[in-house]
Structure formats: structure tokens, C-alpha cells
Nanobody
């Protein structure tokens, strides 16, 4: 079982920055694909960024060049650095862990990010 706890959400003006963190309580963190998803009101949940066990990354086109995902296996934590934030980035952001061996998915509780002037 993997438990995920997000932190770092909040309100920021357009052009500002936020850093989300997701701490995982598991001994298998180094083997997990870690993802950040977001869900805006009235919209489907979408993947924002992915970091695999080898630290390879992938980003949604809408955030490329502005967001950076990283992981610290020693701390069992994944981060999402969000720069040049736009109102369209407003959403609840969810941390997700995917175990490629068992094909199990785990979700955090979500953290609200609001970008508004």
C-alpha cells in the first residue's frame, strides 16, 4: 500500500510560482512512476507531468517550459515546480503513483492551486 500526501498549493497571481510536494509512505518509491494530474471545475482530470524510476520526464504541452517535475528517492518525495503560472492552471492538483510491477494506482487527496489577479 502506498499513501501519498500533497502540500504546497495556494493562491498566486498570474506570472507567479508555486512548488508542490508529494510525500509517499512506501519502501518501493524508487520503483514507482510518479505523476501529477490536475482537474479544473467541469473538466476531466488530465496528466500534467510524469517522472519515471529512471528520472525521465514527460509533460503536457500546456505546461512545457513552465513546469518541472523531479523526484528525490531518498526522501520518497516528488515535486512539481510551477513557474509563469496562468489562470488556466487553476485546478486541484493530484499526486499519483503507478507501480509498473503490480499495475496498482495510488492517489493523493489533492491540493488546490488558484491563479488569479
Amino acid at each position: 500500500q502506498v499513501q501519498l500526501v500533497e502540500s504546497g498549493g495556494g493562491s498566486v497571481q498570474p506570472g507567479g510560482s508555486l512548488r508542490l510536494s508529494c510525500a509517499a509512505s512506501t519502501s518501493i518509491f524508487a520503483f514507482l512512476v510518479m505523476n501529477w494530474y490536475r482537474q479544473a471545475p467541469g473538466k476531466l482530470r488530465e496528466v500534467v507531468a510524469t517522472v519515471n524510476p529512471g528520472s525521465g520526464t514527460n509533460y503536457a504541452d500546456s505546461v512545457k517550459g513552465r513546469f518541472t517535475i523531479s523526484r528525490d528517492n531518498g526522501r520518497s518525495t516528488v515535486y512539481l515546480q510551477m513557474d509563469s503560472l496562468k489562470p488556466d492552471d487553476t485546478a486541484v492538483y493530484f499526486c499519483n503513483a503507478y507501480d509498473i510491477r503490480s499495475r496498482d494506482n495510488y492517489w493523493g487527496q489533492g491540493t488546490q492551486v488558484t491563479v488569479s489577479s
